[in-house]
């Protein structure tokens, strides 16, 4: 059989190329680009062919859908949908496909800037750029890393198809990697986040970006080997192999974090990491490269592998929106570490990290079409009903990247049909679903910490002596690890230095930049290295890169002065885009009870001139007066907000309310009053109404702390409980996921209890619990492919070892393992 591959003009006719699969059973003719191509356009602009790929595509018609606000095309998309055409003609010679790449190619050179950055969306068919939108701005970021991907891909391939055309790819590449070159000069330099050193040159504070920078990179150094793309991906993938964290056993086991603002957070989409390191090891036989993949593979990638694929983890598993992108990335990071190693664990890994797509997840549902060539958009739960069966150009896309090169391999395509039938016990207990048994437990609400979330939004508060109990049901007689999700903490600062006094204007106040009506109100100073939420190895110091703040209100509004220290100016922006460039930013919880940041807005001096951006309304703030000066060494914000543009919020004595106050720090950084993030409600200082400013004294914090200080006992059954030290954090309070037992908990199937207990030295803090995880010692997975072969895949938490099992038929008798 064979299927045709149409003109591109004729969208509703195309079909794929069926192909050989080296004989493999049931993966015959999987790679189907039809729904790809109706989703692909072409277009005309400025007399130059190109094409465009729609973003959406929504069930059951599969019609086009545009992103609202946005575009109806982006180079995040087409670039990826180009490398998709261009392995396509790689794997099967059809040179239509070629064609297609060559017109999305196009698109991609168009939306370069002169400087080699990139925009990201087209607004409509006649190729206006949307400049200004938060995911199309110029810049060295995703879009642009994804465009010179594509770019470098196709030039290999079009050096021997079309050398003019070639030339053409190849400049526009060198010029997007020049630019890249000014985005990596703090390359050498390291932050310290909560006791762990971390690169500062990665692209965005991200490794998962500046990963994806260096597949570009790899991809053009295979065409063209030469020293100056060699040095680049040296410099990104050195940064992104040295920020790997934990153990087999301990969180994150063996993770790359996705960014460098939170050592907790890994989510899937994006995370190139692995496939990265491996390529780029390959390539510059950088060996500790590779084994940098091989451990986050081994002792991360497998944990999923066995268990069940994740949207993030931070510090618990949200397994619900699992997405084509997601499951890709495990099935991209293992195929190129079999490249890189030659080891056939790999490949049998890469297709059963695939086998999502054929239905190998929590809903049972296959979420890419065969026949169709649909990728369906995400899974939300464990069953069919919580399948998202719209098919967009990114779930379409990712799903044939992943599946290309594994459906004709002999070995990866084997395990593409796999299913689980059935895994071993175990659990994931809320704390706040335990009921008190000792003094008074409190129960909060939160959910994103600034760096990581609260499962379930909910936690117990527990003080020395408070105790909880819950129950732990265990299925299954065995061996078992517990982990703690809970807040590591830090020494706390006494209320009176975070405090903020608001003080009563004396009089009419003139907004004009001059501060005349300010003498008596008291600067409140951010200019130490504390007060940063990151960037603190790009961070200039106090003469250049601070600021100080002052606050007044009356019956009309709240009124804010800010002298900020920053010799250069930069703000080409206005509206939403000027976050990109110099802005004060406040953020308010009007209500001061700490559940919700109500109020965020932004002072900016824009070519328009001084704006008031309000992000609630997305809008600007009515009524806001704000004047803007340039003085010696920095500038002045001066401002008046209408007291009804914050929730009607009604100013007396003695009132508190949250606020921060914030300013973009050098090199990507922030820095804000309690260098904390400000879009979490109980990190804001308060703010305190006062008539008269307060007398200043010298308060000093000394933030002292023993680990003992704050700590919580836990216990199963009537086992010895076991002390977990909290106040371990050398900068802010940050959750985490420990784990409790040392060696693994004997515990028979039926019915067990939990005990935690509040155990701290110090009476007047409180331990912050969020969830247990119980994990087994030996954890494993049935699975079973369409022919009866059976596969277990188990995993060692206490040797450190993932192995696979297979044999034929329903007896559990080996035919092969394979150790890692």
């Known amino acids: ?176 990697e020049r630019a890249l070159i000014s985005k990596l000069s703090r390359y050498g330099e390291w932050d310290v986040v909560h006791g762990v050193k971390v690169p500062a040159w990665l692209l ?59 050592t907790a957070l890994w989510h899937a989409w994006g995370s190139h990491q692995v496939a990265a390191l491996a390529r780029a090891g390959r390539l510059l036989k950088r060996l500790e490269w590779v084994k940098s993949a091989q451990q986050e593979a081994d002792w991360f990638f497998t944990y999923l592998l066995g268990t069940d694929l994740l949207n993030e983890m931070a510090v618990t598993f949200n397994r619900k929106g699992q997405i084509a992108y997601g499951t890709s990335m495990l099935s991209q990071g293992f195929w190129e570490l079999y490249l890189a190693t030659g080891h056939e664990e790999y490949a049998r890994y890469a297709g059963l990290a695939a086998s999502w797509f054929f239905g190998n997840n929590m809903a049972q549902f296959a979420m890419y079409d065969s026949e169709t060539g649909r990728g ?56 706040e679903d335990g009921h008190p048994v000792a003094g008074q437990p409190q129960y909060g609400r939160r959910d994103w910490t600034g760096e990581a979330n609260f499962s379930n939004g909910r936690y117990y508060a527990l003080a020395p002596g408070d105790a909880v109990e819950m129950p732990l049901p265990v299925a299954e007689d065995g061996e078992y690890y517990l982990y703690l999700a809970h807040l590591r903490q830090a020494a706390p600062v006494p209320a009176k230095i975070r405090s903020i006094p608001a003080v009563k204007a004396p009089g009419s106040v003139t907004i004009d930049g001059k501060l005349d009506d300010w003498a008596k109100v008291p600067p409140l100073a951010v200019n130490k290295r504390e007060n940063l939420l990151r960037g603190g190895a790009n961070w200039l110091g106090p003469e250049k890169d601070s600021f100080c703040f002052r606050i007044m209100w009356d019956d009309k509004y709240l009124y804010l002065a800010a002298e900020v220290r920053d010799p250069e100016h930069n703000q080409l922006d206005i509206g939403p885009g000027v976050w990109r460039g110099d802005a004060l930013w406040v953020y308010m919880d009007t209500r001061g009870d700490g559940n919700r940041v109500d109020v965020k807005f932004t002072l900016a001096q824009t070519p328009n001139g001084p ?18 000066q340039k003085q010696e060494g920095g500038c002045v914000y001066e401002a008046a907000i209408p007291l009804d ?162 044999w034929k038929g329903s007896n559990d008798d080996s035919t092969e393992t394979t150790d890692r």
């Open 611 to 628: 704006q008031i951006w309000d992000w609630r309304s997305s809008f600007f703030l009515p009524g806001g007066k704000l004047a803007w």
């Open 376 to 431: 369906y958009d995400g899974i939300n739960g464990a069953n069919d009903l919580m399948v998202n069966r719209n098919a967009g150009a990114e779930s379409t896309i990712e799903a044939l990247m992943a599946l290309l090169p594994l459906v004709d391999h002999p070995l990866a395509s084997r395990y593409l049909r796999y299913r689980e039938i059935v895994r071993s016990f175990a659990s994931v207990m809320e704390v």
């Open 1 to 176: 059989m064979r299927r045709l591959f149409a003109s591109p003009l004729l969208l509703a006719v195309l079909v794929v190329v069926a192909i050989s699969t080296g004989g493999s059973a049931g993966v015959y003719g999987l790679i189907n680009l039809t729904h790809l191509n109706f989703l692909t356009e072409p277009i005309t602009v400025s007399g130059r062919e190109m094409a465009i790929v729609h973003i959406y595509s929504e069930s059951p018609k599969y019609q086009w859908v545009d992103a609202g606000g946005e575009g109806i095309a982006c180079v995040d998309d087409v670039a990826r949908a180009a490398i998709v055409y261009v392995e396509y003609f790689k794997r099967y010679g059809d040179k239509r496909a070629l064609e297609q790449a060559r017109r999305l190619l196009n698109f991609v050179m168009y939306m370069q800037a002169g400087d080699g950055e990139y925009y990201n969306f087209v607004t409509d068919r006649k190729g206006t750029i949307n400049k200004s939108g938060i995911t199309s701005f110029k810049s060295w970021s995703w879009w642009a890393a994804r465009g010179q991907w594509a770019l470098a891909t196709a030039c290999l391939v079009f050096k021997g198809q079309d050398p003019a055309y070639a030339k053409v790819l190849r400049a526009a590449y060198l010029k997007g």
């Open 645 to 806: 543009s914050l929730g009607f919020l009604k100013p007396e004595p003695g009132k508190q309310v949250g606020i921060e106050v914030g300013r973009g720090a050098t090199g990507g950084g922030f820095m804000d009053w309690t260098g904390l993030d400000p879009d979490t409600a109980q990190n804001l200082a308060p703010l305190e109404f006062v008539l008269e400013p307060p007398v200043q004294t010298a308060l000093v914090a000394e933030r002292r702390q023993g680990p003992e200080d704050v700590a919580v006992s836990v216990s199963i059954d009537d086992m010895e409980p076991i002390l977990i030290s909290e106040a371990v954090s050398p900068d802010r309070d940050y959750l985490w996921l420990d784990r409790v037992t040392g060696l693994p908990v004997k515990l028979e199937a039926g019915p067990h209890r939990v005990r935690l207990i509040g155990d701290g030295k110090d009476l007047t803090r409180s331990s912050v619990l969020d969830a247990l995880v119980l994990v087994p010692a030996r954890q494993w997975k049935l699975l079973e492919a369409p022919d009866g072969q059976r596969l277990k895949l188990i995993r060692r938490w206490d040797s450190a070892m993932t192995e696979i099992t297979e």
């Open 204 to 262: 965005g504070n991200g490794s998962d970006l500046s990963a994806l920078a260096v597949l570009g990179l790899a991809a053009f150094y295979e065409a063209e080997p030469n020293r100056q793309t060699a040095a680049l991906m040296g410099k990104l993938a050195e940064g992104v192999a040295a920020y790997q964290l934990g153990t087999f056993q301990e969180y994150p086991f063996g993770a790359h974090p996705s960014s460098t603002a939170s």
